[in-house]
T-cell receptor, first 114, second 113 residues
Framework: AQSVTQLDSQVPVFEEAPVELRCNYS??????LFWYVQYPNQGLQLLLKYLSGSTLVKGINGFEAEFNKSQTSFHLRKPSVHISDTAEYFC????????????FGGGTRVLVKP | SAVISQKPSRDICQRGTSLTIQCQVD?????MFWYRQQPGQSLTLIAT?????????ESGFVIDKFPISRPNLTFSTLTVSNMSPEDSSIYLC??????????FGPGTRLLVL
């Protein structure tokens, strides 16, 4: 079975500061990796994904993530956050050949302060 | 990306009743999924809804409690049956958009009293 661990449940950060959200996964087989964002009272929006190729993935809204196979991590970063980045962020994995079933981490709540 | 809508967006229900949630997508898709997000929690997959066949349920979820219909390639419903306060959650549908990617609907916020 696979699991996804988001190491920080909450991350307060000041506006224009950088932020990193940590995600580690456990799987004995190759996986696809995703970050989703959930703004207050909304559904999930896909930020970025890693399927193959370059381990540095760029997404929407200035976010990027780096896949590290040896450390089984997929950390999300943004160099300068805005107030509008206040949201919950979910890391998810999809085990290859598993019928596209996503397993989600527990989520990280980012609060951007002015 | 897909445009996905859900109805209702929110509801307050009495225990013992049932609620049917609709999910509509603007293009034909093979696979649709239903997830539950309990208060303050992450998302858990309830079942996979395939057109023309029975839904496939994950461990801990049963058809009697969460019957699912998938009459065509753009629509699915999830019913939450015989509700209790523990069923208070956000229910989200998603679609398999290809290239291993799922897109999500806006969710249905359910409160059971």
């Amino acid at each position: 079975a696979q699991s996804v661990t988001q190491l920080d449940s909450q991350v307060p950060v000041f506006e224009e500061a950088p932020v990193e959200l940590r995600c580690n996964y456990s799987s004995s087989v190759s996986v696809y990796l995703f970050w989703y964002v959930q703004y207050p009272n909304q559904g999930l929006q896909l930020l970025l994904k890693y399927l193959s190729g370059s381990t540095l993935v760029k997404g929407i809204n200035g976010f990027e993530a780096e896949f590290n196979k040896s450390q089984t991590s997929f950390h999300l970063r943004k160099p300068s956050v805005h107030i509008s980045d206040t949201a919950e962020y979910f890391c998810a994995v999809n085990r290859k050949a598993a019928g596209n079933k996503l397993t989600f981490g527990g989520g990280t709540r980012v609060l951007v302060k002015p | 990306s897909a445009v996905i809508s859900q109805k209702p967006s929110r509801d307050i229900c009495q225990r013992g009743t049932s609620l049917t949630i609709q999910c509509q997508v603007d293009s034909q898709v093979t696979m649709m999924f239903w997830y539950r997000q309990q208060p303050g929690q992450s998302l858990t997959l309830i079942a996979t809804a395939n057109q023309g066949s029975e839904a496939t349920y994950e461990s801990g979820f049963v058809i009697d409690k969460f019957p699912i219909s998938r009459p065509n390639l753009t629509f699915s419903t999830l019913t939450v049956s015989n509700m209790s306060p523990e069923d208070s959650s956000i229910y989200l549908c998603s679609v398999d958009w290809g290239r291993e990617t799922q897109y999500f609907g806006p969710g249905t916020r359910l409160l059971v009293l």
